[in-house]
């Protein structure tokens, strides 16, 4: 063999199991393997699970932030804004340069699969054509789906529906789109129309930017699932956002979370953006600005996390980490539970996996050999401690190793090592 991992932790296995892999696959999973390989890795315990899911992002804006300007009201609107000016002075070198930097520190957290929006609305397609390129360069370490995101609307421009085809005809894997942009409610719909005429033509993915307003009567989530429904994609649609769900009436909400369970509609909510973005003009009282993830896991609904904004206009830090992600999720939502942890796990990773529509993705033997091993024990200390990576392991290889802070208190004439761990 290759490689082997020993002594690793794996969901939902009560014993610890040694991992064998040969030729970027993994070919035996038992509680002792006693053939030998030509690196072996101890894992002393420690969680050995499916790398991390990013389901949401814009890497062609991520390292941005302050250029041309900060945006100091903190609100969706002046984001665009600054994003709008920014399209202007963009070169592809910068856009590259940027995302590159930002895919390293993914895969350094434990990212290996990405779905990143490309803003399509610039008039040459240089953004998309950067992340293109960016996909290329860098598919030996991760697995990149772009999905071709008309920032500004599809109507709301002259000749945007041209301009999105011409996007999925260069490479985009995704159609993308914001109904809630568009200039009428009319459009907005029409833009959901169009993106599942295109879908079916070109034989993609759908991921639209839905509902990401505090506005309660925002409900083109319902005008998604009906098109689902009818074209017969279930499984094959995301709404990303979803964050106007947050203040609908209860009674519309129960219903709606219904018909998007019908339809199989992928969720993806974004803790950092969404908290940072929305309810702005609410004062005080301030709901909440992320969508019901509760309500929808617990009807049933694939659930996932972005990070969507890493130091862009849109949201001012970031570290691509899925864990912090998370961690900011159980509070703001109120996943505190035990049983509700383990599904904050599944959202950065199983649930990430079906909203890309990943098939080749488990632990299992016959599996492209892909996998990370964290400093931590279990699901609920990797995620409270925020854990290191100890090894990123792509297609067999360790592509990234992890050593976590040394911490010694000297009290008196004792030392401790402190790592938090109980």
Known sequence: ???????????????????????????????????KASKEINANGYLLTSPFVESHIHLDSALSAGVPRYNESGTLLEGIEIWGERKRTLTKEDIKKNAIETIKWQIANGVLRIRTHSDVTEPSLMTLEAILEVKEEMKEYVDIQIVAFPQDGIFSIKDMDKQIEKALKMGADVVGGIPQVEL??????????????????YNKLID???????????????VIAKHTISSGMEGLVTA???????????????KIIGILKRADVNIVTNPFSNTV???????????RGHTRVDELIDRGVNVSIGNDNIMDPFGPLGKGNMLQAAHLLLHTAHLSGNEQILKLFDMITV????????????????????????????EKESIRLTSECLYVIR????????????????????????????
């Open 1 to 35: 063999m290759d490689l082997i991992i020993r002594n690793a932790k794996i969901r939902r296995q009560e014993n610890l199991v040694d991992i064998g892999i040969k030729d970027g696959k993994f070919i035996e999973i038992n509680e002792k393997i006693h053939a």
């Open 184 to 201: 009428t409610r009319e459009d907005g719909i029409k833009s959901i129309e169009y993106i599942f005429n295109l879908a079916n033509k």
């Open 208 to 222: 639209i930017h839905t509902d990401e307003t505090s506005d309660d009567q925002s409900r083109f989530i319902e």
């Open 240 to 254: 990303s956002h979803a964050t106007a769900m947050h203040n609908y009436n209860n009674d519309y909400a129960s």
């Open 277 to 287: 973005l929305q309810n702005r003009l609410d004062g005080y009282p301030r709901r």
């Open 351 to 378: 649930n990430g996996a079906k909203t890309i529509n990943e098939e080749e993705y488990d632990i299992k033997v016959g599996n492209q050999a892909d996998c990370l091993i964290l400093d931590a024990r279990d």
């Open 395 to 422: 297609k067999g290889k360790v592509i990234s190793e992890t050593k976590p802070a040394k911490r010694l208190l000297k009290l008196d004439q004792d030392t401790f090592d402190i790592d938090f761990k109980i």
